[in-house]
């Protein structure tokens, strides 16, 4: 194939900024992040709660939330894991993308102070309260295919069918379900790159707060992970909570975490800036 000079020169472009957000990436260290959050710290303020959910289990939920929302998402009994999908609600085509939540920093653990990133390298959640660091961003939600392998023959209901049903719910359909992420799932890889399940790591009343960066359509679904061990199939609600936050500090963790961080930040800016400025016109 035979370039133009114009496409020779856009390519050009395009490698030089590569480069050069390359290059402050690697000069840049990433703030270290803090251990987990207390059981019994961070409450909430009463005046603060905007609504309370219980999703049993097996269930599902769908909730929007407007930019400086927060959700607690609450592991009553210790058994359960939650599975989450969330949507720009401005432009449901934009959603989370659990793969570059993963690659652009340079993580697979979720914790505290790492964001949840679109497929459009805008940051939608930000994590920042998480009491486990047991969380599974690879292996995904149970399906109906999983769970009879699980637990055999049965209606068992399973997230993938959950989260269909939760996006017609948004006025959304199948083609929008992508690959989520799942909380209170302690998944780990062992030296032959396996994955296994830590039983310890996941403890009645844990949390995790996921601040939203974005105005977003959101779907959770409280059924259990494939690779959970436990025979029966569990049963135990989740409490959903959601509350406004007060605004970020300007050395707020989760966007300054490091440079990948930073750069998703000032990609949601540049987003809200043209809408803005759009409007009033």
């Not at 019994?40 to 939920?61: M, N, T």
């Not at 769908?62 to 959700?71: C, H, M, P, S, Y």
Request: charge should be neutral.
């Amino acid at each position: 194939m035979i370039l133009t000079e114009d496409e020779k020169a856009e390519i050009a472009a395009h490698t030089n900024r590569y480069n050069e957000l390359k290059a402050a990436g690697q000069d840049q260290a990433p703030r270290a992040l803090p251990p987990p959050t207390a059981r019994d710290g961070a409450p909430i303020a009463a005046q603060s709660i905007i609504r309370r959910e219980i999703i049993p289990g097996g269930w599902y939920w769908t909730t929007r939330l407007e930019r400086g929302d927060t959700l607690r998402i609450i592991n009553s009994s210790g058994k359960s894991a939650v599975s989450l999908l969330a949507w720009n609600s401005a432009d449901p085509s934009e959603r989370l993308n659990h793969a570059d939540t993963i690659k652009v920093q340079w993580a697979a653990r979720l914790q505290k102070g790492r964001v949840l990133l679109s497929d459009m390298g805008r940051a939608l959640l930000s994590i920042t309260e998480d009491t486990s660091f047991a969380h599974d961003a690879v292996v995904g939600g149970s399906t109906a295919a999983t769970n009879e392998i699980r637990y055999g023959q049965g209606n068992f209901r399973n997230t993938r069918d959950n989260f269909i049903l939760a996006a017609g719910k948004l006025g959304l359909d199948r083609r929008d379900v992508n690959p989520c992420v799942t909380f209170f799932a302690p998944t780990s890889i062992d030296g032959q790159g396996k994955f296994f399940w830590r039983s310890e790591k996941r403890h009645k009343g844990d949390f995790v707060d996921l601040r939203a960066e974005m105005d977003l359509l959101v779907a959770l679904s409280n059924c259990p992970h494939p690779l959970d061990p436990a025979p029966d199939y569990a049963e135990e609600s989740v409490k959903a909570i959601r509350y406004r936050c007060p605004a970020p500090a300007a050395d707020d963790l989760c966007r300054t975490a490091s440079a990948e961080s930073k750069r998703a930040f000032e990609n949601n800016a540049a987003y809200y800036g043209r809408a803005w400025k759009e409007a009033a016109q």
